[in-house]
């Protein structure tokens, strides 16, 4: 099974994956039955499309045994609870029509933000000013700006500038530049493809993997997957290998690894007063190996990016 999550599951465990907007580390913690928040994706396209199907049921869940009798929420109106920490600028507009909003811990919600139901701001995330945020679960400490739709971010990712991502499941440690947009709908309106899966959905946006770096404008087409540590430039017509710097299919150069460990480092600073753990760089170097016989197998020419 993990075998069909990669490269996702290279990087992260399977109980820090948030589909449907709850890991199941975090299902335990909360007291919540086996299965009964998190359902364990079997192919990467279930990411996305068990979060869709499952999230605005889960937050009515999360609601009726976590939130309604707890006092470190306050309901500000029908179904939109903030927790007690939390800071909300002005001009906020919240509707919860569709589904649970919840704004966890220590997170900002900068102003003439709206944000759309069913929808969790973790712990310390920021939405920042004139964002237009639905149907999503945003993961601790991460930013976000522009429009983010029908999608899962994890822990310490930005896309704090302008652009739309759609129906996708973004990783750790991302960041998408400015006018970065994902399509999740096909021209032709027939189901999407991702992954070799034949999948049945008609919106399906993108994989993007953990420590992916994607430059401004970059435009990402349907059902692709970015694999790990890849730095992106331009249009995305197809998936991309791992620990890749990609312009287009035929300018594909291999991303060496010193360079992959200290940018990591080099984020994880800019976050953290302390160093970039030992064992998160064993588990860059480890996905790195894994995937070299990917890149052999795409044509990914070896690289001369410098940090």
Same mark, same amino acid.
């Given at each position: 099974?993990?075998?069909?999550?990669?490269?996702?599951?290279?990087?992260?465990?399977?109980?820090?994956?948030?589909?449907?907007? =709850?890991?199941?580390?975090?299902?335990?913690?909360?007291?919540?039955?086996?299965?009964?928040? =998190?359902?364990?994706?079997?192919?990467?396209?279930?990411?996305?499309?068990?979060?869709?199907?499952?999230?605005?049921?889960?937050?009515?869940?999360?609601?009726?045994?976590?939130?309604?009798?707890?006092?470190?929420?306050?309901?500000?109106?029908?179904?939109?609870?903030?927790?007690?920490?939390?800071?909300?600028?002005?001009?906020?507009?919240?509707?919860?029509?569709?589904?649970?909003?919840?704004?966890?811990?220590?997170?900002?919600?900068?102003?003439?933000?709206?944000?759309? $139901?069913?929808?969790?701001?973790?712990?310390?995330?920021?939405?920042?000013?004139?964002?237009?945020?639905?149907?999503?679960?945003?993961?601790?400490?991460?930013?976000?700006?522009?429009?983010?739709?029908?999608?899962?971010?994890?822990?310490?990712?930005?896309?704090?500038?302008?652009?739309?991502?759609?129906?996708?499941?973004?990783?750790?440690?991302?960041?998408?530049?400015? $006018?970065?947009?994902?399509?999740?709908?096909?021209?032709?309106?027939?189901?999407?493809?991702?992954?070799?899966?034949?999948?049945?959905?008609? =919106?399906?946006?993108?994989?993007?993997?953990?420590?992916?770096?994607?430059?401004?404008?970059?435009?990402?087409?349907?059902?692709?997957?970015?694999?790990?540590?890849?730095?992106?430039?331009?249009?995305?017509?197809?998936?991309?290998?791992?620990?890749?710097?990609?312009?287009?299919?035929?300018?594909?150069?291999?991303?060496?690894?010193?360079?992959?460990?200290?940018?990591?480092?080099?984020?994880?600073?800019?976050?953290?007063?302390?160093?970039?753990?030992?064992?998160?760089?064993?588990?860059?170097?480890?996905?790195?190996?894994?995937?070299?016989?990917?890149?052999?197998?795409?044509?990914?020419?070896?690289?001369?990016?410098?940090?």
């Amino acid at each position: 099974m993990a075998d069909n999550l990669a490269p996702i599951t290279l990087t992260r465990k399977m109980e820090d994956i948030h589909s449907g907007g =709850f890991s199941m580390e975090e299902e335990k913690a909360l007291g919540f039955a086996e299965g009964e928040l =998190f359902k364990i994706p079997q192919a990467l396209p279930e990411l996305i499309t068990l979060h869709k199907k499952y999230f605005c049921r889960n937050m009515e869940l999360y609601k009726e045994k976590i939130l309604k009798n707890n006092g470190e929420y306050k309901e500000i109106k029908k179904d939109v609870y903030l927790h007690t920490s939390i800071l909300v600028g002005s001009n906020i507009e919240f509707n919860a029509e569709k589904g649970v909003i919840v704004i966890e811990k220590d997170a900002k919600i900068m102003p003439f933000s709206y944000l759309v $139901g069913p929808l969790r701001i973790d712990e310390g995330a920021t939405v920042n000013p004139h964002s237009y945020i639905s149907n999503s679960y945003i993961g601790k400490h991460s930013k976000v700006g522009g429009e983010v739709g029908g999608s899962v971010m994890e822990t310490y990712s930005n896309k704090s500038h302008y652009g739309g991502i759609f129906d996708s499941y973004i990783g750790s440690w991302v960041n998408l530049g400015g $006018g970065t947009s994902n399509s999740n709908l096909k021209n032709t309106y027939g189901p999407v493809k991702m992954a070799g899966v034949e999948t049945k959905e008609l =919106f399906l946006g993108a994989i993007i993997s953990d420590h992916v770096k994607t430059a401004i404008n970059t435009s990402i087409y349907t059902g692709k997957i970015i694999g790990i540590g890849a730095h992106i430039y331009g249009t995305v017509t197809e998936d991309v290998p791992s620990f890749t710097n990609y312009i287009n299919k035929d300018k594909m150069t291999t991303i060496p690894l010193d360079v992959i460990l200290k940018t990591a480092v080099r984020m994880f600073l800019r976050r953290h007063e302390t160093e970039f753990p030992e064992e998160d760089k064993k588990v860059l170097s480890y996905a790195y190996t894994e995937t070299e016989s990917e890149r052999k197998e795409r044509g990914v020419k070896e690289g001369k990016l410098t940090f």
